[in-house]
C-alpha cells in the first residue's frame, strides 16, 4: 500500500508539470521571477527585502486550497495549512505528523516542488507574481539555524586559523541569511562560490592591520 502511495506522489508531479500551460510568454515571465528570486551577489544576499505587499485573502485562500488538492492527490491526508502574510511573502505551514518525510522529500525537494507549481498556478490565474515559501512542520526553520549554527563554528575556526572555511552548499535564501549574520563583522568577510546547486558560502577571517 505504501508503495501505491509513493507512486501516486511522484506521478502527481509529473503530471502537473505535463499539464501545466507552458506557453511561451509564461516561460519567459517564469524565467524571469526565478532569474530574479535566485540572484545571489553580495548585495543582494545581505539586503532586507522591505516590500510590504500583502495579498487578497482570494489569493491565500486559492494557494492554500491548491496546496491542499496536491497533498490529497498525492495520496496524503490528515495535513493541516495555515497561511501568513510576513514581510511581502505568504507563508503556507503545513502540520502533518505521519508523512512529513514525504512531504519534504530529500534536501527538501518535493516542498520546492510543490512551491514552484503553487507560485506557477498564482501566477496564470491572477497576473500576479506570488512570493510563496512553503514549510512542512517547521523543516525549513530547524534547517536553517542548523545552518547558521554550522557558520558560527566555522567563522571561529577561521579567525583562530586564519585561513577560510567553505561551507556546504545552499539555496539563495539560505545563503542570503547567512551572509547577513557576518554584514556588520569587522573579523570575518562570506561570499559566495560556485554554481547551480553547488554554489555555496567561502567564510573568510580579515587580515588584522
Not at 62 to 89: D, T, V, Y
Request: aromatic share 8%.
Amino acid at each position: 500500500m505504501e508503495d501505491k502511495n509513493k507512486k501516486k506522489f511522484f506521478s502527481f508531479f509529473k503530471r502537473a508539470e505535463k499539464n501545466y500551460d507552458t506557453s511561451e510568454d509564461v516561460k519567459q515571465r517564469e524565467f524571469a521571477l526565478s532569474k530574479k528570486q535566485n540572484e545571489d551577489t553580495r548585495t543582494t544576499e545581505e539586503s532586507e527585502d522591505q516590500d510590504s505587499t500583502k495579498y487578497s485573502p482570494e489569493i491565500v485562500s486559492f494557494c492554500q486550497e491548491k496546496m491542499q488538492q496536491m497533498l490529497e492527490a498525492s495520496g496524503i491526508s490528515g495535513s493541516k495549512i495555515i497561511a501568513k502574510n510576513k514581510q511581502g511573502k505568504m507563508y503556507l505551514e503545513i502540520t502533518n505528523e505521519k508523512e512529513t518525510g514525504r512531504i519534504i522529500g530529500k534536501d527538501g525537494a518535493h516542498l520546492h516542488a510543490f512551491q514552484t507549481i503553487i507560485n506557477a498556478m498564482a501566477y496564470k490565474k491572477y497576473a500576479q507574481p506570488i512570493r510563496l515559501e512553503i514549510d512542512a512542520n517547521d523543516y525549513k526553520y530547524r534547517k536553517l539555524e542548523s545552518l547558521k549554527s554550522n557558520a558560527l563554528r566555522s567563522a571561529k575556526y577561521a579567525q583562530l586559523n586564519k585561513t577560510k572555511v567553505e561551507l556546504e552548499p545552499m539555496n539563495a535564501a539560505e545563503r542570503r541569511e547567512i551572509h547577513m549574520l557576518f554584514q556588520d563583522d569587522q573579523e570575518i568577510k562570506s561570499f559566495s562560490v560556485g554554481e547551480g546547486r553547488e554554489r555555496h558560502i567561502v567564510i573568510d577571517a580579515l587580515n588584522e592591520s
